[in-house]
Antibody, heavy 122, light 109 residues
Framework: EVQLVESGGGLVQPGRSLRLACVAS????????MHWARQAPGKGLEWVSG????????GYVDSVKGRFTISRDNAKNSLSLQMNSLRGEDTALYYC???????????????WGPGTLVTVSS | SYEVTQPPSVSVSPGQTARITCTGD??????VCWYQQKPGQSPVLVIY?????PSEIPERFSGSNSGNTDTATLTISGTQAMDEADYYC??????????FGGGTKLTVL
């Protein structure tokens, strides 16, 4: 059974940093792209970032480019999101999601974790 | 940047057919997938690559994406009360990567 467990969320002041982690199990982690998506309270889904199985293809939504960095450690079945210069509009539930084997056209988020809440406030 | 648009809400009577649309420029040239999200839960993939259904998803869920239109459709046949949820379409664009629609709240009444 695919399991994705996020951690690292919490309350952080504007301008500060936070690092999210996701540990995966139940599938061959290094065969699949991985993604982070988020959902602000009462709002819709927003894709944040994605990374191919071998980290050669990486993408970000425009609003986080230059502030967030996605990475993965295939030896540890883990995905990370380093979030710097946080803003109030980054407040959201952050989901880790298993992608498809290919990173590109036709990509979708096959399984989602329960999410970890990030609150940016002074 | 690429965008896809959904109606904010759709209502359907139990047992009837619900249709939720997703519109975007040349969307017929892209693969579309759909997610269901119930309150307090994580999204669940219900349709991928336009028409394919994960094995655990009931047959009453189906998808279409005509090659010569800008609209993809999620169809729920024989809608049940348990289908009441928010539904999101998603596509991939080379400039924007993963793109979600704004979501449609399906009410079964």
């Amino acid at each position: 059974e695919v399991q994705l467990v996020e951690s690292g969320g919490g309350l952080v002041q504007p301008g500060r940093s936070l690092r999210l982690a996701c540990v995966a199990s139940g599938f061959t982690f290094d065969d699949f792209a991985m993604h982070w998506a988020r959902q602000a309270p009462g709002k819709g889904l927003e894709w944040v970032s994605g990374i191919s199985w071998n980290s050669t293809s990486i993408g970000y939504v425009d609003s986080v480019k230059g502030r967030f960095t996605i990475s993965r450690d295939n030896a540890k079945n883990s995905l990370s999101l380093q979030m710097n210069s946080l803003r109030g509009e980054d407040t959201a539930l952050y989901y880790c999601a298993k992608g498809t084997r290919a990173y590109g056209s036709g990509s979708y988020l096959e399984r989602w974790g329960p999410g970890t809440l990030v609150t940016v406030s002074s | 940047s690429y965008e896809v648009t959904q109606p904010p809400s759709v209502s359907v009577s139990p047992g009837q057919t619900a249709r939720i649309t997703c519109t975007g420029d040349k969307l017929g040239d892209k693969y579309v997938c759909w997610y269901q999200q119930k309150p307090g839960q994580s999204p669940v993939l219900v349709i991928y690559q336009d028409t394919k259904r994960p094995s655990e998803i009931p047959e009453r869920f189906s998808g279409s994406n005509s090659g010569n239109t800008d609209t993809a459709t999620l169809t729920i046949s024989g809608t049940q009360a348990m289908d009441e949820a928010d539904y999101y379409c998603q596509a991939w664009d080379n400039s924007t990567s993963v793109v979600f629609g704004g979501g449609t709240k399906l009410t079964v009444l």
